[in-house]
């Protein structure tokens, strides 16, 4: 062998320092998504189910997957209550708001059965599947101990009811961004060869 071949050989290599774009680009989409939140929306408008389940199927760290969502949460949720203050401020870290975020980290855990297999049924299924669990989730939160409805079945019964005309914008929200998120993630990708492994 040739002496500065050896040499190079011989040399140590150097470690790869590279941040890889894809854990970075789904924080971004998680963290713009989280955001619209600040916008003037109707009640249970949110992008919640959708980007913890969009972080579910592609983050190939499962602790960034259920990670991101929650912190997008939370930012967005410690802005909201800097703008509004008052009533919004003191929902902070009660039991409903913890309920929240149990319910975004079980999302990003049905996220998982997407990784490697996106379609649009299989998104489609999840996020409508998601979004009834969130509604049955906190609605029955908000109703034990309420001073509004009776402790009995018929009263639990009342406050599903009384809840449903915010759930067609809990599902038509989930529809929404997981759509623009799955979409645009999709488009993404073929334009990156960096972002085309099944999860990054």
């Not at 592609?58 to 912190?71: K, M, N």
């Not at 299924?125 to 969130?134: H, Y």
Request: positive net charge.
């Amino acid at each position: 062998m040739p002496r500065h071949e050896a040499e190079i050989a011989m040399k140590p290599s150097t470690p790869n320092t590279t941040i890889s774009p894809g854990p970075l680009v789904l924080l971004g989409l998680i963290l713009a998504a989280a955001l619209t939140r600040l916008l003037p929306t109707p009640h249970n408008f949110s992008p919640v189910e959708a980007m913890a389940l969009f972080g579910g199927a592609y983050f190939a760290a499962r602790w960034l997957s259920l990670l991101v969502p929650v912190l997008a949460m939370l930012v967005a949720d410690l802005a909201l209550a800097a703008l509004h203050g008052g009533l919004y401020a003191s929902h902070l870290f009660g039991g409903g708001f913890w309920l929240v975020y149990a319910c975004i980290i079980g999302m990003s855990v049905m996220g998982f059965a997407l990784r490697g297999r996106v379609t649009g049924a299989r998104v489609l299924g999840l996020s409508l599947l998601g979004a009834l669990a969130f509604f049955l989730v906190t609605n029955f939160a908000a109703w034990l101990g309420s001073p509004l409805y009776p402790q009995t079945l018929a009263g639990l019964g009342a406050s599903y009811v009384a809840a449903i005309p915010f759930f067609k914008w809990s599902v038509l929200s989930t529809l929404l961004y997981a759509a623009v998120l799955f979409g645009g993630f999709e488009l993404l990708r073929r334009r990156a060869p960096a972002l085309r492994a099944q999860t990054v």
